[in-house]
């Protein structure tokens, strides 16, 4: 609203001299107030607007927004200005209050992205925490981050232990023609093979994927390329080479960095469960939503008026 009143503030002159009830005309200085709280304002709009999409990873771009904000903040809080830094000191305090904890989540997903790995971490939190706490807090994000590499390794080892177990009563190939089976057993050349193969791969290898994946550059696009860059793709095109840590990977950057996408969502059941379809069941309400997702995705066809007038024209899928 203040942003958009700037636009018209030579209108507010003129609608006092044709308007003798309008007694609420802004001042210079009043203006010059709304110019210098909007830009602090539009730091904030802007990193509600990124960490809120719903159509991109989000919780690996929460760390730098919140950066961000705390950057403003600590140069606002030397404003010129009174009324600035008054208001700042509060919104410090507000900041400080809850993000005085390092949010390991928040961390770990930033550490993820190949573009920033532990640098945004280095870089951020100079900014975000006293000085006193700063290798601290990064010391805290790496023993969770080991941490949580370990539990995934040992899941994923165990899996796969399962099915070499479930798998020893012998194995056959089929050739390309079809026509002729031959069935392995532990005789065979390629059995004797798998036998080293399992032997050698049991070893734990002396640099972990984690180790190998934070040691390397982090990953570099031109600018115009990282506004569209998906760090959950990035993991899918390297699943070969972190196997366990590709895995870790898409499981956290899943996590949606703010609950707006999920209230939207819920927000959707009312649209399709009225009082004329209440007993549908949850798998066709489920259907429903899904289906309607994909088709706009597949159409391009995007949500964002937030009037019911202005709502893009939806496809009907048929029960």
Known sequence: MLSIALKFKDAFPLFKEREPQ?????????????????????????????????????????????????????????????????????MNEKFDKYWGECNLLMSIAAVLDPRCKMKLIEFCFPIIY???EVSEKIKEVREALYALYEEYYEVIRAEESMVEQSGEGGSSFTSGGGSCVTELNEDSGWSKFHQFVRTTESIPPSK?????????????????ESMNFDAVAWWGLNNLKFRTLSRMACDILAIPASTVASE???SAGGRIIDSYRSSLAIETVQALVCGADWVRNLHGVKEKASKTEDMPQEVVLPI
């Open 22 to 90: 309008y007694k609420y005309l802004p001042s210079f200085e009043d203006w010059d107030r709304v110019r210098n709280v909007c830009q602090i304002l539009q730091v904030f709009s802007l990193a509600t607007n990124i960490m809120s999409g719903s159509e991109y990873p989000t919780s690996n771009l929460f760390l730098s927004e919140i950066y961000r904000v705390k950057e403003v903040l600590k140069s606002k809080a030397l404003d010129e200005n009174d009324y600035i830094k008054d208001m700042v000191l509060k």
């Open 130 to 132: 006293p000085c006193w």
């Open 264 to 266: 939207a969502t819920f």
């Open 208 to 224: 972990s994927e984690l180790d190998a994946y934070l040691e390397e550059s982090i990953h570099q696009c031109k600018p115009e």
